[in-house]
């Protein structure tokens, strides 16, 4: 498609985003009584509107935020319990017709090293992930001719299709992160079996988007990109995450965005976002970063602290952009997903050593540890780590996965499921230590767990796991 077609695509889309409210309520005064009513709206797990979500942004006083943030802690705790789920990206390609301005991938980047793996080379990739212990990845592409749906659709069928028998190695779970496409392509990604479908609209701010992506771009077209994740729902996908790049624009107004975006998912195309992202600028090669808007640490966590509050049965991912230490800090009060042992240079995975090669990178990486290393420390902080992918497999996804957690019903198979998984990486993939923190965590979630017949099943299925070859053992 080129890129004068493509300016006349999404010419029947919704725009949803009015830049004007959005930046008033960036302003809206604090007012202590008004962000406890809100607060307790989100206990009683209600999603909150963009209004309600501007009192919790406004709130100033060391007081009121930190009821925030407690509030934000006892959410996480309700709906998502400990878990933590972990996945990794395989970049396949960084081939590109746009040119934005913080990307390191953007077209006009003399220093980017340009490379798409083929079918030989992903399968390579793959098993160094497997290697490692990885069940989910999320596959990340550029937005070039050659990366078309059924080009993607082939390169999912590859990763699905890559196994590594002699350390029980698969990919349960491929979600992909690329353009937007058209119902048909969806379409095709959704036959290959796809998880979660990943569009960031990057800023939602109109000028600071136009001025960051030019006119003669594919990515120009601000409402088809708007408006992709709902087309993608409308094809059948059953998931979509949106997100946006901080830093770009005022962060206050992209919560706001985000939030607008959400609750325009729900009600016009009837299932709101699986995940929100939150990635912050970071270098990359070739990329000048003068005359950002940069997101403090604090503020950074602040905007996750609220993000809970505003869309409590939404899964929010904080990427290994960010350091591990602020990644450890964050998990308390918000984040359900984390990538871990991930490589971001186009063959990053069989490449020697773990120091970074910026010019085959879009960005660089804040916490590059390997996974053992990453899940030992959840275990030690007493998170438990899942890679279930047992609902995406079951059905519970989309409306049906909001059917089952909004009641809460979700949790007779979520501790059960991960503690499967976990106990899966601990016989297979472990080092000793990780291994002897994990034993003694699931221990510690078993007794937790009321006694019944499911508690039977899962103990029977665990000891199943440790004894014998079988896996993938899911309620």
Known sequence: MCAMASMTLGQDAVDFIDDDHLTALTHTPQDAAAVRDVIAKSLDKQPLTVEETARLLSAESPDLREEIFTAARQLKRDVYGNRIVLFAPLYIGNDCVNDCQYCGFKRSNPDAIRRTLDHDEIRQQVRMMEAAGHKRLIAVFGEHPRYDAAYMADCVRAIYDTKLPEKHGEIRRVNINAAPLDTEGYRLLKQANIGTFQIFQETYHHATYAALHPKNTRKANYLWRLDGPGRAIDAGQDDVGIGALFGLHDWKFEVLGLVSHAMHLQQRHGCGPHTISFPRLQPAAGVSLGGYDFVDDESFKRLIAVLRLAVPYTGLICTARENGQLRREVMEF???????????????YTLAGDSQVMEREQFALGDIRPLDEVLRELLQDGYLPSFCTACYRLGRTGEHFMEFAIPGFIKRFCTPNALTTL???????????????????????????????QKVELVKRLETIRQTEKRDLYF
């Open 334 to 348: 918000g984040i359900s997903q984390i990538d871990a042992g991930s490589r971001i240079e186009i063959g990053g």
């Open 423 to 453: 106990v899966e990486y601990l016989s297979d993939y472990a080092s000793p230590e990780t291994r002897a923190a994990g034993d003694s965590l699931v221990a510690a979630e078993l007794a937790k767990l009321p006694d019944g017949p």
